[in-house]
Protein backbone atom coordinates (compact mmCIF):
# COMPACT_ATOMS: atom_id res chain seq x y z
CA UNK A 1 0.00 0.00 0.00
CA UNK A 2 1.27 3.65 -1.01
CA UNK A 3 -0.12 6.91 0.46
CA UNK A 4 0.14 10.05 -0.53
CA UNK A 5 -0.79 12.85 1.38
CA UNK A 6 -1.08 16.57 0.29
CA UNK A 7 -2.99 19.76 0.78
CA UNK A 8 -0.57 21.50 3.40
CA UNK A 9 0.33 24.93 3.36
CA UNK A 10 0.66 28.31 5.33
CA UNK A 11 -2.42 29.48 6.83
CA UNK A 12 -3.16 32.39 9.72
CA UNK A 13 -5.03 31.42 12.73
CA UNK A 14 -8.53 31.05 12.43
CA UNK A 15 -8.33 29.73 9.03
CA UNK A 16 -8.99 26.13 7.56
CA UNK A 17 -6.84 23.82 5.51
CA UNK A 18 -8.04 20.44 3.93
CA UNK A 19 -5.74 17.39 3.71
CA UNK A 20 -6.11 14.88 1.65
CA UNK A 21 -4.41 10.93 1.56
CA UNK A 22 -4.46 8.94 -1.64
CA UNK A 23 -4.36 4.76 -1.45
CA UNK A 24 -2.78 3.23 -3.70
CA UNK A 25 -2.46 -0.81 -4.60
CA UNK A 26 -2.56 -3.26 -1.58
CA UNK A 27 -6.32 -3.92 -0.22
CA UNK A 28 -8.15 -0.97 0.63
CA UNK A 29 -11.64 -2.77 -0.51
CA UNK A 30 -10.95 -5.09 2.41
CA UNK A 31 -12.81 -4.82 5.90
CA UNK A 32 -11.24 -4.21 9.21
CA UNK A 33 -8.67 -1.55 7.64
CA UNK A 34 -8.33 2.05 9.51
CA UNK A 35 -6.66 5.24 8.33
CA UNK A 36 -5.37 8.01 10.71
CA UNK A 37 -3.86 11.26 10.53
CA UNK A 38 -0.90 11.67 13.34
CA UNK A 39 1.29 15.00 13.34
CA UNK A 40 4.90 15.81 14.24
CA UNK A 41 6.05 19.08 15.48
CA UNK A 42 9.75 19.93 15.25
CA UNK A 43 11.38 17.97 18.64
CA UNK A 44 8.35 16.56 19.78
CA UNK A 45 6.71 12.64 19.45
CA UNK A 46 4.38 12.22 16.39
CA UNK A 47 0.93 12.42 18.12
CA UNK A 48 -2.59 10.94 17.16
CA UNK A 49 -4.95 13.23 15.46
CA UNK A 50 -7.86 11.40 14.01
CA UNK A 51 -8.96 8.04 12.46
CA UNK A 52 -11.34 6.75 10.49
CA UNK A 53 -12.74 3.05 9.63
CA UNK A 54 -12.62 1.88 5.83
CA UNK A 55 -15.68 -0.37 6.37
CA UNK A 56 -18.01 2.04 8.54
CA UNK A 57 -17.09 5.73 8.34
CA UNK A 58 -16.80 5.83 12.32
CA UNK A 59 -14.45 8.49 13.28
CA UNK A 60 -12.63 9.57 16.24
CA UNK A 61 -10.25 12.24 17.18
CA UNK A 62 -7.29 13.30 19.63
CA UNK A 63 -9.08 16.12 22.29
CA UNK A 64 -6.97 18.69 21.03
CA UNK A 65 -8.97 18.56 17.71
CA UNK A 66 -12.43 17.91 18.54
CA UNK A 67 -14.81 19.82 17.07
CA UNK A 68 -12.33 21.55 14.90
CA UNK A 69 -11.23 18.93 12.84
CA UNK A 70 -13.12 15.95 10.58
CA UNK A 71 -12.20 13.61 9.03
CA UNK A 72 -13.61 11.41 6.30
CA UNK A 73 -13.26 9.02 3.64
CA UNK A 74 -14.04 8.57 -0.59
CA UNK A 75 -14.17 4.58 -0.94
CA UNK A 76 -14.70 5.54 -4.75
CA UNK A 77 -11.64 7.68 -4.77
CA UNK A 78 -9.52 5.87 -2.20
CA UNK A 79 -9.17 8.44 -0.42
CA UNK A 80 -9.41 9.82 3.25
CA UNK A 81 -9.44 13.69 4.15
CA UNK A 82 -8.94 15.87 7.25
CA UNK A 83 -10.92 19.03 7.03
CA UNK A 84 -9.44 21.12 9.57
CA UNK A 85 -10.87 24.51 10.32
CA UNK A 86 -10.05 27.01 13.56
CA UNK A 87 -6.76 26.53 13.07
CA UNK A 88 -4.33 27.55 15.77
CA UNK A 89 -0.54 27.95 15.96
CA UNK A 90 0.16 24.98 18.06
CA UNK A 91 -1.54 22.94 14.76
CA UNK A 92 1.73 23.57 12.94
CA UNK A 93 3.48 20.21 12.20
CA UNK A 94 4.21 17.45 9.81
CA UNK A 95 1.03 15.72 9.22
CA UNK A 96 0.87 11.86 7.97
CA UNK A 97 -1.57 9.52 7.17
CA UNK A 98 -1.45 6.05 8.37
CA UNK A 99 -3.25 2.71 7.26
CA UNK A 100 -3.52 -0.17 9.45
CA UNK A 101 -5.94 -3.07 10.77
CA UNK A 102 -8.25 -2.79 12.96
CA UNK A 103 -7.84 -4.22 16.60
CA UNK A 104 -5.13 -2.31 17.64
CA UNK A 105 -4.02 0.69 19.93
CA UNK A 106 -5.27 3.04 17.44
CA UNK A 107 -3.76 6.60 18.83
CA UNK A 108 -0.44 4.18 19.18
CA UNK A 109 2.15 5.27 15.96
CA UNK A 110 3.65 1.72 15.88
CA UNK A 111 0.13 0.08 15.24
CA UNK A 112 -0.08 1.38 11.68
CA UNK A 113 2.18 -0.63 9.23
CA UNK A 114 2.11 2.14 6.12
CA UNK A 115 2.48 5.61 6.36
CA UNK A 116 2.40 8.70 3.63
CA UNK A 117 5.41 11.13 2.77
CA UNK A 118 4.40 13.81 5.18
CA UNK A 119 3.05 17.16 4.44
CA UNK A 120 3.81 20.37 6.39
CA UNK A 121 0.83 22.77 8.13
CA UNK A 122 2.03 26.12 9.14
CA UNK A 123 -0.56 28.26 11.34
CA UNK A 124 1.16 31.69 11.41
CA UNK A 125 -0.15 34.02 14.75
Known amino acids: VQLQASGGGVVQAGGSLKLSCEAS??????????VAWFRQAPGKERDFVAR????????SYADSVKGRFTISRDKAKRTVYLQMNSLKPEDTAVYYC?????????????????WGQGTQVTVSS
Open 25 to 34: GGTFTFSNII
Open 98 to 114: ASGGLGRMETAAPSYDY
Open 52 to 59: ITWDWGSA
